[in-house]
């Protein structure tokens, strides 16, 4: 069985500044996805950036980047210049494809973007 | 628009009735999951099902049902409401390769 962790309950950060959000995985499959996912309060679940465990390079989309650290099975996610927008929460989440791609959410972190 | 579609978005329920939760995607996904999300907690999957006729039960299934007819169609049933199935519930499809894409979700309430 897959585990997802964020030790970061409620994290805050000066908007235009940079921050970091937590996620360490356990599992035990060699070929798995890790993501993360946006929930601002509409309640939407957005897909904010996913990660192949195969693939080295760290995943960018835009303003949001990751440090994939497979052998110590960590996933972080820095937002740059954060904007209001920014403002929700955040969760790790990992799959593997031979679990009928079911996905495993950690607890989520709630960030604030502050002005 | 293309995705998930997902009915009601909001419904109460009393204790003992039962209900269907809709859901429909038109991305021609395999895959398909039900979630519930409790307050402060993550996502937990209820049940799952990767292609048309099959299903399974994921970490929370009790008292839930699902089939899956039809590879766009993955509706939830609630057999017999209890207040310990008040929360908000997702469902989600997604091809190969992870990356589910969401439907807006449905807040039930059982009193």
Not at chain 1, 66 to 84: G, H, T
Not at chain 2, 81 to 96: L, W
């Amino acid at each position: 069985a897959q585990t997802v962790t964020q030790s970061q309950p409620e994290m805050s950060v000066q908007e235009a500044e940079t921050v970091t959000l937590s996620c360490t995985y356990d599992t035990s499959e060699s070929n798995y996805y890790l993501f993360w996912y946006k929930q601002p309060p509409s309640r939407q679940m957005i897909l904010v950036i996913r990660q192949e465990a195969y693939k080295q390079q760290n995943a960018t989309e835009n303003r949001f980047s990751v440090n994939f650290q497979k052998a110590a099975k960590s996933f972080s996610l820095k937002i740059s210049d954060s904007q209001l927008g920014d403002t929700a929460m955040y969760f790790c989440a990992s799959t593997n494809n031979n679990a009928g791609n079911m996905l495993t959410f950690g607890g989520g972190t709630r960030l604030m973007v502050k002005p | 628009n293309a995705g998930v579609t997902q009915t009601p978005k909001f419904q109460v329920l009393k204790t003992g009735q039962s209900m269907t939760l809709q859901c429909a995607q038109d991305m021609n996904h395999e895959y398909m999951s039900w979630y519930r999300q409790d307050p402060g907690m993550g996502l937990r999957l209820i049940h799952y099902s990767v292609g048309a006729g099959i299903t399974d039960q994921g970490e929370v299934p009790n008292g839930y049902n699902v089939s899956r007819s039809t590879t766009e169609d993955f509706p939830l049933r609630l057999l017999s409401a209890a207040p310990s199935q008040t929360s908000v519930y997702f469902c989600a499809s997604s091809g190969t390769g992870g990356g589910y894409t969401f439907g807006s979700g449905t807040r039930l309430t059982v009193v």
